[in-house]
C-alpha cells in the first residue's frame, strides 16, 4: 500500500477479532517501529509485545482502578476494557532521562500505527495504559512486560483485525499556517 493511502486509511479502532496477528506480519511490524527515526538516533524505546489476553486484562484492570470510576466516564462501563479486546498490544517503554523520548515513542508508534494498516490490519494508539505504571502493581507490571531499568511507559498500541469501521476525520484547515 502506498504511503499517503496508509495515512488516508488508518483509524483508530476500537472492535477487533479474536483472530491473533500472523508471525512474519508483526515481525514486519516491529522492523517498521526499529526503523523509526529518533533525535540523535539514540533510539530511546523498548518495544513489549503482549498477546496474552490475561495480562492485558490485569493492565486494564489496574489502569481503571488507579484512575478510579470517576477518571473517565468509559471506566463506569463494566465491558470496557482500553485495548479494545485487541489480540496483541505493542508497550513503548522508553529512556526517563532522555527529554526526546516522548516525541521519538510517538514517532515510532506512529511506524507502527502504519505498518498495521498497510498489512491490512487495524490499530489504535492508546495513552490510557500509563495509569497502570502508576499504581500498585506498577512495578509488578513493568518486571511482567520486561520493562528496562530507567525506562517508563510512555504509550501503547492495540492491533489487531478490525471489526468496525470508523469514516475518516474532518479536515480542519485551519490548523495550518503559511508563511512566506
Known amino acids: 500500500m502506498d504511503v499517503l493511502q496508509a ?15 500472523p508471525e512474519e506480519a508483526l515481525n514486519a511490524i516491529l522492523t517498521a517501529a526499529l526503523q523509526s527515526p529518533s533525535a540523535r538516533n539514540r533510539q530511546p524505546w523498548h518495544f513489549s509485545v503482549v498477546q496474552d489476553a490475561a495480562l492485558l486484562q490485569e493492565i486494564s484492570d489496574e489502569a481503571a482502578k488507579v484512575m478510579g470510576k ?14 479494545y479486546h485487541a489480540p496483541t498490544a505493542i508497550f513503548l517503554f522508553g529512556e526517563k532521562e532522555n527529554s526526546w523520548t516522548p516525541i ?3 514517532i515510532a508508534v506512529e511506524n507502527i500505527a502504519l505498518a498495521a494498516e498497510g498489512l491490512g490490519m487495524g490499530s489504535v494508539i492508546l495513552g490510557l495504559p500509563k495509569p497502570a505504571f502508576m499504581g500498585e502493581k506498577a512495578d509488578a507490571l513493568r518486571a511482567k512486560l520486561q520493562c528496562p531499568e530507567g525506562y517508563d ?3 501503547a498500541i492495540a492491533l489487531g483485525y478490525s471489526s468496525d469501521t470508523k469514516d475518516p476525520h474532518e479536515l480542519r484547515a ?4 503559511r508563511i512566506g
Open 7 to 21: 495515512i488516508s486509511n488508518r483509524r483508530s479502532h476500537r472492535a477487533y477479532k479474536a483472530e491473533q496477528l
Open 70 to 83: 470517576g477518571g473517565s466516564p468509559r471506566f463506569a462501563d463494566p465491558d470496557f476494557q482500553i485495548f
Open 104 to 106: 521519538d515513542c510517538g
Open 153 to 155: 511507559f510512555v504509550i
Open 174 to 177: 485551519e490548523k495550518i499556517s
